[in-house]
């Protein structure tokens, strides 16, 4: 029987930084921290710490899984980032798992994954038996307790799709930042 791939998987896409390393079924390491910024000089660190506590090295990595929002703008550009990097370097694929997707994993009849997006809204999908029904979504509401991705529910949904497709941010909100409202400076010859 040949071996199980191993999976290293992360998000930062709220106000933490979590990490696994999945071969199978198996969790062989996870840490989870709650951070409200510093996920960008914590997130390398963390995996190589998941990887030695488990006795593997990055060579050993067959699969990334990330975490690919929705969430805050900048923690989701800090994990896509970083796998996409890894990927590269390393030599092995990157997949991208929804937060919504990581949340209803294993769930059994229809459910609402939901999770709070601030300023009165929130972000929400559609599930049943695990399987998205339907675009996640943002719509008014109360704001809902975020709870941490379980980091190894990432490389569950990742061992079930394909590589093929870098990950890239899910995004449900237009970003704050705005274009300048004066007119851009006169270039004198």
Partial sequence: MPPKPLILSFDTSAAHC???????????GAM??????????????????????????????????VGI???????????????????????VPAVGVSVFEAL???TKGVVKVSRDARRGMVFSQGFEDGLPIGEPVMTEGEPVVDVVVD?????????????????????LRSADAALPSDPPPTILP
């Fill in 32 to 65: 989870s921290e709650p951070l409200q910024k510093g996920q960008a000089e914590r997130l390398i660190p963390m995996l190589e710490e998941v990887l030695a506590d488990a006795g593997k090295g990055w060579a050993d990595v067959n699969l990334i899984a």
């Fill in 18 to 28: 979590a990490a696994a390393l999945v071969s199978g079924d198996q969790i062989l």
């Fill in 151 to 171: 980091p190894a529910k990432l490389a569950f949904c990742a061992a079930q799709k394909s590589g093929d497709v870098p990950p890239a941010p899910l995004y």
């Fill in 104 to 106: 209803a994993f294993g």
């Fill in 69 to 91: 929002g929705p969430g805050n703008f900048t923690g989701v550009r800090i994990a896509v980032s970083a796998a996409r990097g890894l990927a590269f370097s390393l030599g």
